[in-house]
């Protein structure tokens, strides 16, 4: 075979390649996998509960190491697990007509199966509104746009938050 074959061989098996369907979970540009596809569920429940204003659906989907650093450099307002659930009880019961939208970005795990202590990260886009009286105790409603990265562990049974709540 003369190398302008060998050429045109690799041309097509390159173009070829380069024309394979990536399969997406729908609604995300994030690859199909069943892992994915489990974590993404997990994070939906999650988005849900928030909406619901659910504190004791939220802190059974807490893993018991739940850590928040708050993204801040000063460790005064990081809090662990009792500390989730008092920001939830207190802040979350005061929020009526919740919109808690997600856009997955990405999902990175670190196990190719599901095992335990298999760690995922979900990077998020925020879109959400809330109705909380202010401080003259009228009806506000804010709009909060943010983006996050959730920290989860599979226990064997299902997802956990370790941090991002």
Not at 119 to 125: G, I, K, N, P, S
Not at 152 to 163: A, L, N, P, Y
Request: include cysteine.
């Amino acid at each position: 075979m003369n190398r302008l074959s060998l050429l045109g061989i690799a041309l097509v098996a390159t173009v070829a390649g380069c024309g394979a369907k990536v399969k997406y979970i729908p609604g995300t540009k994030v690859p199909y996998s069943e892992s994915n596809e489990s974590v993404l569920k997990a994070v939906e429940d999650y988005r849900l509960a928030v909406e619901r204003g659910d504190a004791e659906a939220l802190m059974l989907m807490a893993h018991k190491q739940y850590w928040e650093d708050s993204g801040t450099p000063s460790g005064s307002d990081d809090y662990g697990y009792d500390g989730l659930r008092n920001v939830l009880e207190t802040r979350l019961s005061k929020a009526t007509d919740i919109r808690y939208t997600l856009r997955y970005v990405a999902v990175a795990q670190q196990c190719k199966a599901l095992q335990p202590q298999c760690r995922a990260t979900v990077d998020v886009l925020i879109d959400a509104s809330f109705t909380i009286s202010n401080v003259q105790g009228k009806p506000s409603r804010p709009d909060k746009r943010d983006q996050n990265q959730l920290l989860m562990e599979w226990d064997g049974k299902r997802w956990q938050f370790i941090s991002g709540m």
